[in-house]
T-cell receptor, first 115, second 113 residues
Framework: GAGVSQTPSNKVTEKGKYVELRCDPISGHTALYWYRQSLGQGPEFLIYFQGTGAADDSGLPNDRFFAVRPEGSVSTLKIQRTERGDSAVYLC?????????????FGPGTRLLVL | GDSVTQMEGPVTLSEEAFLTINCTYTATGYPSLFWYVQYPGEGLQLLLKATKADDKGSNKGFEATYRKETTSFHLEKGSVQVSDSAVYFCALSDQGGSEKLVFGKGTKLTVNP
């Protein structure tokens, strides 16, 4: 079946601009996660949705970052007033539930470059 | 907070060599432990996992045992292949409610023929 998909695969923007990154989780998965991976580092947690609500947004670095999941499926990560330090690969993952034993399935990521 | 420390790379081996990638963790409670792999040009994939102490996860010839006494989850393979060349990430699942993953920095493995 289809895995997690993310669009766009690459995004180049200028400092100060607004960007939206989209994630389509695996059908039926109620839990959705966003992570950010900088070069040479492991992914770092940003935000977690259970259904439509953001159950844990403790990883969002500041208020320029925001994410929504209005119908409990597709999610959009929004970054306002982008900065060069926001350049990274943004990963989305989904899982059937949110228990500790659940496997998170990752999308291919969106590579964001802020010039 | 929870953290994962894994062996720094890069690691370069010849085909059929034995592989160990060390991983230790710090966590409150009893997290689940994972190894994810990222092949060149591909996304992160789950390689194996263990959900409680003394469990052994295994897949594709790779193994790792959840050692609570040493807070470790070392990845091993008896005979690596060129196709195993990838970046390997150790991770734990936070038990604060979201089960978010906390990753190590990754270890790049290159296997030469």
């Amino acid at each position: 079946g289809a895995g997690v998909s993310q669009t766009p695969s690459n995004k180049v923007t200028e400092k100060g601009k607004y960007v939206e990154l989209r994630c389509d989780p695996i059908s039926g998965h109620t839990a959705l996660y966003w992570y950010r991976q900088s070069l040479g580092q492991g992914p770092e947690f940003l935000i977690y949705f259970q259904g439509t609500g953001a159950a844990d947004d403790s990883g969002l670095p500041n208020d320029r970052f925001f994410a929504v999941r209005p119908e409990g499926s597709v999610s959009t990560l929004k970054i306002q007033r982008t900065e060069r330090g926001d350049s990274a690969v943004y990963l989305c993952a989904s899982s059937l539930g949110s228990g500790a034993q659940e496997t998170q399935y990752f999308g291919p990521g969106t590579r964001l470059l802020v010039l | 907070g929870d953290s994962v420390t894994q062996m720094e790379g890069p690691v370069t081996l010849s085909e059929e060599a034995f592989l160990t990638i060390n991983c230790t963790y710090t966590a409150t409670g009893y997290p689940s432990l994972f190894w994810y792999v990222q092949y060149p040009g591909e996304g992160l994939q789950l390689l194996l996992k263990a959900t409680k102490a003394d469990d052994k996860g295994s897949n594709k010839g790779f193994e790792a045992t959840y050692r609570k006494e040493t807070t470790s989850f070392h990845l091993e393979k008896g005979s690596v292949q060129v196709s195993d060349s990838a970046v390997y990430f150790c991770a734990l699942s936070d038990q604060g409610g979201s089960e978010k993953l906390v990753f190590g920095k990754g270890t790049k493995l290159t296997v030469n023929p």
